[in-house]
């Protein structure tokens, strides 16, 4: 069998891994012991000849046995190498694909000049975005005058590895459930159709392993199956064992049978058959059958040019207005704009005959393959996948408002429905809450040979949508704070950024999760606000929660307190009612992270000097032990100082009396902000232009030019500030 990488994402069945998978076992049963072999007794190029005719007949995981052997024998032989590097790539197996091509490059750059770009592309849809985009833009930088078309591609793809980055940070508002055992596994599984809100038919070999598959049965070719929700259950969505589809004879022993659907009126069934032709290709046509006399009729090839040229494959039937309009994709050549393309044919619904097929147009297709076209006729929008726009791995899911030849707002649907993986045929309920389903290779699929090898169908769960909006206002003025980035962080600390030009702010939250929300700007200390979704279910509506963040300008002397950080007479150790209090200062200091500070401590006036002195500086260290310790705040932020009975907050004596309250109120410690450190105060702003290098290397640039000199860290001990008693 050829190379039928298309076909593999195109009829949804792996037939190259399983053919080849199953070659693999026949021959490890016949041959236990690799000295038995024949192949792996043959001299090194009748070896070798014999591992290139495997890789042209598709069969690449026993092509990557021999090329390995090979590899043994002549380890800088780079067409070995190379081999090996398609293999794993045709095979899905991201990782050693990334490494080979690699080793190429790094070897043989002349002789492979696209070996990097090729691992760039394996970084990319393993999820390595930083790697991926270091290595295509060595591609460009190493091609200056040639790869014109292909170094244009590279920019293509360095902008999905930031969409990537930035859409992972901002996720979607849905839960990804794989659909499980009952329905998936360890071959390919494809085209999911939603019947009503309870059963799910679609396509699958219903493999788990080589030695499950007999070609003389035809158990090896995909077919149809149905598999209904179990009820009674906690877990949604989960699925009862699958069973044949038997409402028509649909199923083959000789061909590949996937991507059913409806007409709109339930009266016909659109499916595709997949063969091998005379030149060992694999070749899709699309059929219908039609439900008369109680009965579905023997299922007949479409014409009026719908099956006309190539392989014509992925068949949606739905309402565009007033029009009943059947999708599908194709490879033609004839007005293609490249690959596989949408195309579209109305249907005469008086006369049961389809109009010219016309191709979707550029608003839809690319150069590149567009497939699996599912029309929502609710939203008015057409959903398909595509390799042609910006994606975050492979194949991406992309809708697109109107139909059925003219299209608007193409859009990603972003993570996590879409991944580094190759992610099709998405396709929602047709009825209530618009879940939906999809087909993908990520991590977590039940897979043969590699984890992202095979494709599993998987459950999309639309959370409500919960929103976060508000105002950042500066506290003296009461005036919303203009150019300040607001922060959003959860319990797992991770961080989400707002570059906010007037002080409002808004951010998606996730179902829970507990957040807090800062202001940061320049010489500005923030406040926090807390929001917390843990009490959302799945099934609550969406909500909106606004909230306020306060700011308070820093002047050059500015000392801030909490109340309860006190010591016993003559005592350094924080006295239990301290700790509680001091955790507001942990939280200040995480909000803010550009500030350094100064801890001031102090005792009453008992006591010498020399001795008051050293007893408030140990009271400061202890202060700065459980803020490093308990905290876990940086050492290098805080300095401990300690002023004896200096600068009272209390009288020590009324009268000729002493006064113990007094004194404990100067058994305290306050804190002053001395340094604001320009590259602390935020790590990457997700709302600006340019990765998290690019903004670093910004941030040290404009704090070299605007160097200033730290301020006086002495205390002006007749200058009290707005500093508040203890």
């Known amino acids: 069998m050829r190379k039928n990488w298309l076909f593999l994402i195109l009829a949804t069945v792996l037939v190259t891994i399983q053919i080849d998978a199953n070659a693999q076992q026949q021959r490890k049963e016949k041959y236990r012991n690799k000295a038995d072999d024949p192949v792996s007794k043959l001299p090194y190029y009748k070896k070798l000849r014999w591992a290139d005719g495997l890789f042209r007949d598709g069969s690449y995981f026993n092509a990557i046995e021999y090329y390995q052997q090979l590899k043994q024998e002549d380890e800088r032989n780079m067409y070995l190498t190379f081999q090996l590097a398609e293999c794993y790539s045709y095979t899905r197996d991201y990782a050693p694909a990334a490494a080979y091509y690699a080793e190429v490059y790094s070897s043989s750059s002349k002789l492979y000049p696209e070996a990097i770009y090729r691992s760039a592309l394996m970084e990319k849809q393993l999820g390595n975005y ?31 590895c930031n969409m990537a980055m930035n859409s992972i940070k901002d996720p979607q508002q849905v839960s990804i459930v794989n659909a499980g055992p009952n329905v998936n596994s360890a071959y390919t599984e494809s085209s999911p159709y939603p019947l009503g809100d309870s059963t799910l038919l679609f396509s699958t070999m219903r493999q788990n392993s080589v030695a499950e598959i007999d070609k003389r049965t035809g158990d090896y070719m995909s077919r149809f199956m149905v598999s209904h929700k179990q009820k009674h259950v906690e877990q949604a969505d989960s699925f009862q064992w699958a069973l044949n589809y038997n409402d028509g004879d649909y199923n083959s022993k000789r061909e590949h ?60 039937c739905a309402k565009v207005g007033k029009k009943e309009v059947l999708f599908f994709s194709s490879n033609r050549k004839l007005q293609s704009r490249g690959g596989y393309d949408i195309w579209y044919s109305v249907i005469d ?29 609710r939203e008015g929008k057409l959903y398909f996948a595509s390799k042609g726009w910006v994606s975050m791995g492979g194949f991406d899911i992309f809708s697109a408002v109107g139909g059925p030849s003219r299209y ?69 003025t009461q005036q919303q704070m203009s150019e300040v980035v607001v922060k959003m962080v959860d319990q797992n600390g991770d961080l989400k950024t707002f570059n906010s030009t007037d002080g409002a702010f808004g951010f998606n939250m996730a179902r829970g999760k507990s957040y807090v929300l800062t202001g940061d700007k320049t010489q500005y200390a923030s406040s926090r606000a807390s929001v917390s979704t843990m009490d959302y279910k799945r099934t609550d509506p969406g909500d909106t929660v606004t909230v306020t963040i306060y700011m308070d300008e820093i002047t050059p002397v500015y000392t801030f307190s909490v109340n309860n950080v006190y010591y016993d007479f003559d005592k350094a150790e924080l006295r239990p009612e301290s700790v509680a209090s001091l955790d507001s200062v942990v939280a200040f200091l995480k909000d803010n992270p550009s500030f350094n500070v100064e801890v001031y401590s102090f005792t ?106 730290e301020p006086d860290t002495e205390p002006d001990l007749n200058q009290r500030g707005n500093r508040v008693n203890k």
Request: charged share 30%; glycine share 8%; net charge positive.
């Open 130 to 160: 930083d790697a991926a985009i270091a290595k295509f833009n060595k591609f460009i930088a190493d091609n200056p005058k040639t790869y014109k078309k292909m170094k244009k591609r590279a920019l293509r793809e360095i902008e999905g």
């Open 349 to 377: 619904t008086r006369t049961g005959g389809y109009r010219r097929p016309q191709n979707a147009g550029k608003q839809v297709n690319t150069e590149e393959d567009e497939i699996t076209p599912y029309y929502d006729s």
């Open 604 to 709: 009453d006036g008992k006591g010498k000097d020399d001795y008051n002195k050293k007893l408030s500086e140990k009271r400061a260290q202890s202060v700065i032990d459980y803020l490093t310790g308990t905290g876990g705040i940086e050492q290098s932020r805080l300095v401990a100082k300690g002023f004896g009975a200096a600068m009272p907050a209390a009288p020590n004596t009324v009268g000729n009396k002493d006064n113990p309250d007094g004194r404990q109120l100067n058994r305290r410690t306050e804190f002053r902000i001395v340094t604001d450190v320009p590259t602390r105060r935020i790590l990457y702003n997700s709302a600006k232009p340019g990765n998290m290098d690019d903004q670093s290397k910004n941030l040290q640039q404009n704090e070299n030019a605007n160097e200033d000199a």
């Open 257 to 316: 049978v996937a991507n059913g659907c409806y007409s709109p009126g339930g009266d016909r069934f659109y499916f595709t058959k997949c063969g091998e032709t005379d030149s060992m290709k694999i070749e899709c046509k699309i059929y219908v059958s039609t439900f008369e006399k109680s009965k579905w009729t023997e299922p007949k090839l479409l014409g009026e040019g719908i099956n006309e040229g190539g392989s014509n494959t992925n068949p949606f």
């Open 408 to 476: 608007t707002n193409v859009q990603n649907l972003g993570y996590p429905i879409n991944t580094a993986a190759d992610e099709m045929y998405f396709i929602q309920d047709p009825v209530g809450k618009p879940d939906a389903y999809i087909v993908s290779n990520r991590v977590g699929s039940i897979a043969l040979k590699n984890p992202t090898c095979c494709d599993d169908i998987w459950r999309i769960q639309y959370e409500p949508k919960l929103f976060v909006m508000g105002k950042v206002v500066n506290r003296k």
